[in-house]
């Protein structure tokens, strides 16, 4: 049987919170929109950050609205605060994803707050979540990030992390992720983190955020998936980064994710041909952008088919 994984493409908000360019408004739009039409059933679309901090999410408002006239997909936000929260409440995001660190030095780098500040921040959005009308639905997902190590603290202990998942899933979050945002992260660490995280969330722990830094984003996706994960974070051609943490680079690639994946059996929905296509739109609004990808340079092997 076809086992379906969910990815989450999160170029619009990873992707280009670290790009040097504003992407125009129009391109983020036809990217977006492309994304979905190549059959991604999740997109994170944008980042409901001040724009003063970082400008590229000035138009998050307009484009998480336009997301919401997109067919088949779910869209998410990043929310850094309850602000963030009720602005993405207002435009009708499925799901909203409130970044908490394991780290302290990156917390208060990332969202200016303590530890403990940011899961107190979490309680208010879940009340906000919980105030919402009678069937008007947000999911509040809590990411742990910096959760294998952080390029300001050092080494991040699991027993943190651990604590932290019991502490998110006791505050009311829907779901919660696991994040190296530095790409400090190795396949046997990755296992054992969330064999030992879905011991204490169980399914609600359900998706795994990896950057490549040092090569090893499809292997720790790989460890996820053994360990019971069936969502995954990923970005086209690689972009992304958290900006509040430095030496951060791109995420896992999803062209080459999607092509790992149906290679291996599983569903993913997604049309290469269509993909690649995202891809053009994307090279096309980021002039001198890295982009990454070998699955985009080298093409699907002879004869290749996708999973049913
Ligand atoms: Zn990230």
């Known amino acids: 049987m076809t086992k379906a994984i969910t990815i989450s493409e999160v170029g619009p908000r990873d992707g280009l919170q670290n790009t040097k360019i504003f992407m125009p408004t129009d391109a983020k739009k036809r990217w ?16 409901f950050v001040n724009p003063k901090l970082i400008p ?18 779910q869209v998410v936000a990043l929310v850094p605060n309850l602000k963030g929260a009720e602005r993405a409440a207002e435009t009708g995001v499925h799901k909203i994803s ?10 208060k780098s990332n969202v200016r707050k303590t530890v403990d500040e940011q899961v107190d ?10 105030a919402l009308p009678a069937g008007r639905k947000m999911e509040v997902n809590g990411g742990i990030s910096t959760a294998f190590g952080c390029t300001l603290q050092g080494e991040v202990p699991q027993a943190d992390v651990l604590r932290l998942v019991e502490r998110i899933a006791a505050a009311g979050a829907d779901t919660i992720s696991i994040a190296d945002t530095v790409g400090y992260a190795n396949p046997k660490q990755v296992r054992e983190m ?8 169980g399914p609600k722990l359900d998706a795994a955020h990896f950057h490549n830094t040092r090569g ?3 292997a720790n996706c790989m460890a996820a998936l053994e360990a019971g994960v069936t969502a995954l974070d990923s970005s086209m051609a690689g972009l992304g980064g958290c900006p509040y943490a430095p030496g951060a680079s791109g995420n896992v690639i999803t062209e080459d994710l999607v092509f790992m994946l149906e290679a291996m059996g599983y569903s993913t929905g997604v049309d290469f041909d269509k993909l690649i296509a995202a891809r ?9 952008a ?8 080298a093409g699907l092997p002879k004869g290749f088919k996708e999973a049913a």
């Open 121 to 130: 921040e979490l309680k208010r959005i879940v009340a906000l979540r919980d």
């Open 194 to 201: 969330f064999v030992e995280a879905r011991r204490i969330a």
């Open 290 to 297: 890295e982009f990454h990808g070998h699955l985009a340079k």
């Open 98 to 107: 409130l970044p908490i660190s394991a780290s302290e030095a990156h917390s």
């Open 56 to 73: 590229q999410f000035a138009d998050a408002a307009e484009i998480a609205a336009f997301a919401m006239t997109l067919p088949n997909i």
């Open 216 to 218: 090893l984003g499809l």
């Open 32 to 47: 977006i929109a492309a994304l979905a039409a190549a059959g991604l059933r999740e997109i994170e679309v944008c980042s």
């Open 280 to 288: 053009r739109i994307l090279e096309e609004a980021l002039p001198g």
